[in-house]
């Protein structure tokens, strides 16, 4: 959004249930827990543990030997065979299967936050690969920027509502600053750099420092940032609805003084529904903005319900884990700079969980390194903590 004119106001869930810890000669078996938030526990039961006396385990293994004890053995034998079958079919408890205990991500029914330095199971290098087992386990991570709105007017908007109220969204989430610019930059870097205001990129007004993308990159991930209106990629200046100042990553010299890098990782949304008709062609962390006509107010809403199901129903987000994040950049000037944040998509607590932490910026920036496992950007990110309790 354009800057105003002088004066504008403007859990405790888990099923209790035991692991398969059980794999030598002597178990007599184990339950599998169902769920993969479960509690642990359970053990092995020795012929000398059921009788609590190794003595009385011999003898009664003596026993076996009366032509009553024979049958008795027959029938042991035939349900042990049944049970085996049971194992390879896939009907029976599974050899060596785990669990662990928790709630929600290490969190109280309400929420915990963890420590500034707690990871979060961490996704594969490779958009295509099988991510880190874990209750996260995220693959791909949308972020979609909206403009100035306050917290309370983007929650009555009936999409935004549905939505939040559908998965998890956090109540005390606030935006680094105004104006814009810093905002974004913030969300993807840490910090704002060499700029003041919505300063245009260039030699005085840029960031020098390293940004997620970059650190993406590094590790092996994929990247894309996608805004309406921009038509030709990277382009550095306003035109039309497209406004420069919205889009970050051409304000970081990596990318600005690259144009290569740029042209190929910075793009018009009009390639995003390409991208998203495979797994492989969609980027793990993906950068959406709407253009200066659809991205606050009730245009805002009518453009999350345009867009959003597309990226929810993705294959990213049906054959893998995906997160996909709602934001907006700042409020209205009229308030305490609260803004609305949801969590969406298959990697989301989900029941419309409200989260009271206090989040800002760099804690979604935080969240988005901890879920490839990367390293703290600045001190600001690496002080505040991940949105874990807003994580499926």
Not at 75 to 93: D, E, I, W
Not at 96 to 114: L, M
Not at 202 to 215: E, I, L, Q, W, Y
Not at 237 to 263: E, L, M, N
């Amino acid at each position: 959004m354009r800057p105003p004119p002088p004066g504008h106001p403007r859990d405790g869930r888990a099923h209790l249930g035991y692991a398969a810890r059980c794999a030598g000669p002597r178990s007599l078996g184990a339950i599998e827990s169902t769920t993969g938030l479960a509690a642990s526990g359970g053990g092995c039961i020795t012929a000398e543990q059921s009788t609590g006396r190794p003595d009385q385990a011999r003898g009664d293994a003596l026993r076996w030997r009366s032509p009553g004890g024979i049958a008795a053995l027959l029938v042991v034998v035939v349900v042990a065979v049944a049970f085996g079958v049971g194992l390879v079919t896939g009907n029976g408890p599974s050899p060596g299967a785990t669990s662990s205990a928790s709630s929600s991500n290490g969190n109280s029914a309400g929420g915990g936050s963890p420590s500034a330095g707690t990871p979060l199971p961490v996704a594969s290098g490779v958009a295509s690969a099988t991510a880190t087992s874990g209750p996260t386990a995220i693959q791909h991570v949308f972020l979609v920027v909206l403009e100035n709105t306050y917290y309370s007017t983007a929650f009555r908007r009936t999409y935004a509502h549905g939505l939040a109220t559908a998965n998890a969204y956090a109540t005390a989430y606030h935006a680094t600053g105004h104006p814009s610019l810093g905002n974004y930059l913030n969300m993807t870097g840490g910090t704002t750099g060499a700029t003041s205001g919505d300063c245009s990129p260039g030699s005085g007004c840029h960031v020098a420092a390293p940004n997620v993308v970059d650190r993406l990159e590094a590790a092996g991930f994929t990247w894309k940032a996608y805004f309406e209106s921009m038509g030709t990629a990277c382009k550095q200046a306003d035109s039309g609805a497209y406004v420069a100042h919205h889009d970050p990553f051409i304000y970081f010299d990596s990318i600005r003084t690259d144009p290569a890098r740029c042209a190929s990782h910075v793009v018009d949304a009009a390639h995003l529904a390409t991208d998203l008709a495979s797994v492989a062609t969609t980027p793990n962390f993906v950068f959406v903005a709407p253009n200066d006509d659809n991205n606050d107010g009730a245009a805002a809403d009518t453009w999350l319900s345009t867009h959003l199901p597309a990226m929810l129903s993705s294959k990213a987000c049906t054959q893998e884990s995906c997160l996909v994040v709602v934001t907006w950049d700042e409020d209205d000037y009229k308030h305490d700079n609260r803004v609305l944040t949801i969590f969406a998509g298959s990697g989301a607590r989900p029941g419309g969980y409200a989260s009271d932490k206090s989040y800002t910026h760099f804690s979604l920036l935080r969240t988005v390194e901890s879920i490839f496992g990367l390293a703290p950007l600045t001190s600001n990110d690496a002080a505040a903590s991940p949105m874990a309790d807003m994580l499926r």
